[in-house]
């Protein structure tokens, strides 16, 4: 079945940054656009970016263009999402998704 594995969450200061990453298994990796979410603490899930199947095609949503970069390895079926400039409001569970199916997050604190 379809099994996503996210990793690499941590708490950072204001400013910092975080690689996060999800292992993918269950399906061809390689055939699927995907994507990250997140939930902040009692907020509603948000989109945060997409990547096509073959990485040529990136969005973003307004919130975190210019600070954050999706990418994936295909060889590796593994996704990422590096997080620049990380601001307070960047608190939440971040979840790579495909499609409606997500893994069961990492978690993300920028507090000083």
């Known amino acids: 079945q379809v099994q996503l594995v996210e990793s690499g969450g941590g708490l950072v200061q204001p400013g910092g940054s975080l690689r996060l990453s999800c292992g993918a298994s269950g399906f061809t990796f390689s055939f699927s656009a995907m994507s990250w979410v997140r939930q902040a603490p009692g907020k509603e899930l948000e989109w945060v970016s997409t990547?096509?199947?073959?990485?040529?095609?990136?969005t973003y949503a307004d919130s975190v263009k210019g600070r954050f970069s999706i990418s994936r390895d295909n060889a590796k079926n593994t996704l990422y999402l590096q997080m620049n400039n990380l601001k307070p409001e960047d608190t939440a569970v971040y979840y790579c998704?495909?499609?409606?199916?997500r893994g069961r997050g990492t978690e993300v604190t920028v507090s000083s």
């Open positions: 990547i096509s199947n073959g990485g040529d095609s990136k």
């Open positions: 998704s495909r499609g409606a199916t």
